[in-house]
């Protein structure tokens, strides 16, 4: 059929073919297609033995939307068989839930030198469906070679396959899960979202995967990749500008890994991720049969907001702790040698969860001090991970949530024997900032004999909790025997220190201080809380006794005097006297 011309086309295929017929299609041009069901563009069905082969070249396909609530694939549904698809340009391509093809039972799709662009699905689906059975390694089931598919709106997956060979050569990816960018994706539902929250590729069973000269540009999504079991080998690629959330190669949990990827003059750059921008491995297991080589390759311009600008490895099981050496044979098992030195030269490159915590300076010398001393001096340490990388942290408290710090405690406790007494004052429970988990001012009390000072982390933040998460100093506590010290306890918990008084201000005029601000002044003429007070005088109490006896007397004769004086006022002698005069100086 040659030189077809549609539009306004309404419920149904365009080109159904039932069986094992054969056709071939040319200058098809078709616009404005509307579906209700689950059409496609091409669809085949009820094979009888190697199921139809379909060729379209030359075609244009604009303006196709599909109104269905279940996944469709607009343009290629194929059960057995082969559909071809070649020098095409498909435009705006828009449905609820939509991918372009879907493929199963040994079918093949074979697209070449065609442009796909404008895909909007509103909720997020694959864009390449396969559940197929791959017939032959030389033979893919999926053949992708100068295509450009561009502008994919909503979230969800490139390839979602199983059991299928697919080969890419000469393939552009641009601009794929805009809204992820924008924070604009909708929800996916709960039984897709591990199928369908990679960006590129997603995997359910073995399946081999080749690319050659194709290029990922501003590619966005949760990870890059998903593959656990299978091959996959990138030659002459790149990604570039895009943002994986997870990392592009991305281990998630409790996962067995047994993948062989291969990268070969490979560029990554200018790529950015929350952890591991190229590779993030969580807490996932690998097999023997696990393999990642890159070779001729560059790595540039790629930051991850928290950890690890190319590599970041959480692990505790399999994948502990990545490898950089050669094996016995001399064959790199991750990187080659020198395009390690090179990405190492760049810090935050290759990060993993934290598994240590160490001193900033060497503390080994055991600290001696006395029952109740103060440490004045500040210790530091740091949190490092498998590579010796150090984790920093802001200085600024204001630039953290609760829940994003590394919280420490400090312990004191008899080194050997626990039956010591013990007890720690000061701050001994905060978190790390300013690059480190730093102490000081401590005041250590104890029974004379050995111990130890612990720090240790016991709020993860961010980070999965590790196992060497504590630091340790030895302490070693004098028996109290220096002249001038008291040994008794200070600070009600039955724990004597040992120390020297103070007294502020001090004793004055020579008296002692005998415990903290108590002077023992009874060896002066002084007296008072600093011995600053002379003694007052006594009085002589029999002298006083005296003089009030004589007072008392004296008084008893002048009252009687007068009553003397004025019983007889009327005597000549008295009057002679003054009466007034005589009474004035008897008072007197």
């Known amino acids: 059929m040659d030189n077809y011309h549609g539009k306004n086309l309404c419920y149904g295929d365009a080109i159904n073919i039932e069986g094992d017929g054969k056709i071939k299609l040319s200058n098809f041009y078709a616009e404005d297609i509307y579906y209700k069901f689950e059409n496609s563009f091409i669809k085949t069905h009820s094979p009888q033995t190697k199921g139809p082969n379909v060729s379209l070249s030359n075609c244009s396909i604009k303006n196709l939307y599909q109104n269905y609530n279940y996944y469709s694939p607009t343009l290629i549904t194929v059960n057995m068989g082969t559909v071809r698809l070649e020098f095409c340009d498909i435009d705006n391509i828009n449905g609820v839930k939509i991918g372009l093809t879907s493929q199963e039972n040994q079918a093949t799709i074979k697209i070449t030198?065609?442009?796909?662009?404008?895909?909007n699905s509103v909720y997020p689906e694959p864009i390449f469906y396969s559940k197929n059975y791959y017939k032959y390694f030389d033979d893919p089931g999926l053949y992708i070679q100068n295509?450009?598919?561009?502008?994919?709106?909503?979230?969800?997956?490139?390839?979602?396959s199983s059991k299928l060979l697919v080969y890419l050569y000469q393939v552009t990816f641009y601009n794929i899960h805009e809204c992820y960018k924008y924070n604009n994706c909708n929800t996916f539902d709960e039984s897709t979202i591990d199928s369908y929250d990679s960006?590129?590729?997603?995997?359910?069973?073995?399946?081999?995967?080749?690319?050659?000269?194709?290029s990922?540009?501003?590619?966005?999504?949760?990870?890059?990749?998903?593959?656990?079991?299978?091959?996959?080998?990138?030659?002459?690629?790149?990604?570039?500008?895009?943002?994986?959330?997870?990392?592009?190669?991305?281990?998630?949990?409790?996962?067995?890994?047994?993948?062989?990827?291969?990268?070969?003059?490979?560029?990554?750059?200018?790529?950015?991720?929350?952890?591991?921008?190229?590779?993030?491995?969580?807490?996932?297991?690998?097999?023997?049969n696990y393999s990642l080589l890159v070779s001729n390759s560059s790595f540039k311009n790629n930051s991850a907001e928290k950890f690890g600008g190319v590599i970041y490895s959480e692990a505790k099981k399999g994948f502990r702790k990545i490898s950089y050496v050669f094996d016995l044979n001399h064959e790199s098992k991750i990187l080659p040698e020198s395009l390690l030195m090179?990405?190492?030269?760049?810090?935050?490159?290759?990060?993993t969860n934290p598994t240590y915590l160490k001193f900033d300076e060497n503390y080994n010398n055991t600290i001696e001090i006395y029952s109740g001393d103060r440490l004045e001096q500040e210790y530091s340490s740091s949190?490092?991970?498998?590579?010796?990388?150090?984790?920093?942290?802001?200085?600024?408290?204001?630039?953290?949530?609760?829940?994003?710090?590394?919280?420490?405690?400090?312990?004191?406790?008899?080194?050997?024997?626990?039956?010591?007494?013990?007890?720690?004052?000061g701050s001994n429970r905060s978190y790390c900032l300013n690059n480190s988990c730093k102490f000081k001012n401590l005041r250590l009390v104890g029974t004379p004999g050995d111990y130890v000072l612990e720090l240790k982390i016991v709020g993860f933040g961010n980070y999965e909790e590790f196992l060497n998460n504590s630091i340790k100093l030895n302490v070693k506590i004098k028996e109290c025997n220096e002249p001038g010290y008291i040994y008794q306890d200070k600070d009600g918990e039955n724990i004597k220190s040992c120390y020297k008084p103070?007294?502020?201000?001090?004793?004055?005029?020579?008296?002692?201080?005998?415990?903290?601000?108590?002077?023992?002044?009874?060896?002066?003429?002084?007296?008072?809380?600093?011995?600053?007070?002379?003694?007052?005088?006594?009085?002589?109490?029999?002298?006083?006794y005296i003089i009030l006896v004589i007072s008392i007397g004296l008084i008893i004769v002048t009252i009687g005097s007068i009553y003397f004086v004025f019983h007889y006022r009327k005597n000549e002698i008295i009057k002679a006297a003054s009466y007034n005069y005589m009474i004035l100086t008897l008072i007197g």
Request: aromatic share 16%; net charge negative.
């Open 113 to 119: 030198d065609s442009k796909i662009n404008n895909i």
């Open 147 to 160: 295509v450009t598919l561009s502008n994919v709106f909503q979230d969800g997956v490139i390839f979602h």
């Open 199 to 214: 960006a590129i590729l997603h995997h359910s069973s073995e399946i081999y995967l080749f690319m050659n000269y194709c």
């Open 216 to 288: 990922f540009d501003h590619i966005y999504g949760k990870k890059g990749i998903s593959l656990n079991t299978g091959y996959f080998s990138i030659k002459n690629s790149e990604v570039v500008n895009s943002y994986f959330e997870n990392g592009f190669l991305y281990y998630p949990e409790n996962i067995i890994i047994s993948t062989s990827f291969s990268f070969e003059n490979f560029i990554f750059s200018n790529n950015k991720s929350n952890k591991g921008t190229f590779l993030h491995i969580s807490d996932c297991i690998s097999s023997n």
């Open 342 to 351: 090179d990405l190492k030269k760049i810090d935050n490159n290759f990060v």
């Open 383 to 425: 949190i490092y991970d498998d590579y010796g990388n150090k984790f920093s942290f802001s200085n600024d408290i204001n630039d953290y949530e609760i829940k994003d710090l590394l919280f420490y405690e400090i312990s004191f406790y008899g080194k050997e024997d626990e039956t010591l007494r013990s007890k720690i004052y």
């Open 502 to 544: 103070i007294c502020n201000p001090k004793c004055s005029n020579q008296g002692v201080c005998i415990n903290d601000n108590i002077c023992d002044c009874s060896k002066t003429s002084y007296t008072g809380r600093i011995c600053s007070e002379r003694y007052r005088l006594e009085k002589n109490k029999i002298f006083n």
